[in-house]
T-cell receptor
């Protein structure tokens, strides 16, 4: 079965640079979620989108922005990167009516040096 | 607000031992409850879920029962294997867009 695809899987950036993470949801899933997992931490919800509209917002820094496109894929844009942004970034997808059943991608590991 | 509390790890067991990882929650309404597993260097994999009280989720020998009276969703396995070594996250979703995760419990199984 098709799963959530994230790219890139690994990314190394320097402080103050920008990064773009991509997420391709499971086919026919219309809702995308982003989570951030710091080293040794539990995943924290960042933001979600349904039908290209932001549906909920968590602890996402103002330096980050995200959007969902007409093909339902989503991109997380991160600017002015800081060392503390080093984390595993997960994307998940679901059908809106079953938002309690989210399927997670493998994650993008971002390292900021 | 909603929250999930897991027992602290790490938990170290010998192969074939019985496993229990405690999870309790606080939530308004009737949340769905989940256990996710994360193997080293990998993403989150759904292990099992329960969407209403008294439901039992099960998968790969793991089980958890949704206990509304004790607000718990403890994970159990009768006989662990070395390959079960991973971090286990309890999580809830109360009908909103986001999951609330526990802090994770690291399990190490020794041969």
């Amino acid at each position: 079965a098709a799963g959530v695809i994230q790219s890139p899987r690994h990314l190394i950036k320097e402080k103050r640079e920008t990064a773009t993470l991509k997420c391709y949801p499971i086919p026919r899933h219309d809702t995308v979620y982003w989570y951030q997992q710091g080293p040794g931490q539990d995943p924290q919800f960042l933001i979600s989108f349904y039908e290209k509209m932001q549906s909920d917002k968590g602890s996402i820094p103002d330096r980050f922005s995200a959007q969902q496109f007409s093909d339902y894929h989503s991109e997380l844009n991160m600017s002015s990167l800081e060392l503390g942004d080093s984390a595993l970034y997960f994307c998940a997808s679901s059908v809106l009516t079953r938002s309690y059943e989210q399927y997670f991608g493998p994650g993008t590991r971002l390292t900021v040096t | 607000g909603n929250s999930v509390t897991q027992m602290e790890g790490p938990v170290t067991l010998s192969e074939e031992a019985f496993l229990t990882i405690n999870c309790t929650y606080t939530a308004t309404g009737y949340p769905s409850l989940f256990w996710y597993v994360q193997y080293p260097g990998e993403g989150l994999q759904l292990l099992l879920k329960a969407t209403k009280a008294d439901d039992k989720g099960s998968n790969k020998g793991f089980e958890a029962t949704y206990r509304k009276e004790t607000t718990s969703f403890h994970l159990e396995k009768g006989s662990v294997q070395v390959s079960d070594s991973a971090v286990y996250f309890c999580a809830l979703n109360s009908g909103t867009y986001k999951y609330i995760f526990g802090t994770g419990t690291r399990l190490k199984v020794l041969a």
